[in-house]
Nanobody, 124 residues
Framework: QVQLVESGGGLVQAGGSLRLSCAAS????????MGWFRQGPGKERQFVAA????????YYADSVKGRFTISSDNAKNTVYLQMNSLKPEDTAVYYC?????????????????WGQGTKVTVSS
């Protein structure tokens, strides 16, 4: 069974940084996409970033380009989201997701597996 375990959320001031981790287990992820989504207060779940696990190919939402970096450590089956220059509007619960390819990586409904979320709060 696939399990996604997230860590790294917390409270940070605007302009600061956080690094989120998603440890995946249960099967080989060589043909998977791994994604990060977020859901802020009163908002729908939104795409943040994704990576094609084997190819190390990243995708980003326009709102985070230049600030966030997604990466993977295949030996550890772990995906990271490095978040720099954080803004109050980045405040949300962040979710890790995974699905076998092919999928449309920008769409939440594309993903089969989800973590439980980790909360990120950015103060002004």
């Amino acid at each position: 069974q696939v399990q996604l375990v997230e860590s790294g959320g917390g409270l940070v001031q605007a302009g600061g940084s956080l690094r989120l981790s998603c440890a995946a287990s249960g099967r080989s992820f060589s043909n998977y996409a791994m994604g990060w989504f977020r859901q802020g207060p009163g908002k729908e779940r939104q795409f943040v970033a994704a990576i094609l696990y084997s190819a190390n190919r990243p995708y980003y939402a326009d709102s985070v380009k230049g600030r966030f970096t997604i990466s993977s450590d295949n030996a550890k089956n772990t995906v990271y989201l490095q978040m720099n220059s954080l803004k109050p509007e980045d405040t949300a619960v962040y979710y890790c997701a995974a699905s076998p390819l092919p999928i449309v990586v920008f769409t939440p409904t594309s993903y089969n597996y989800w973590g439980q979320g980790t909360k990120v709060t950015v103060s002004s």
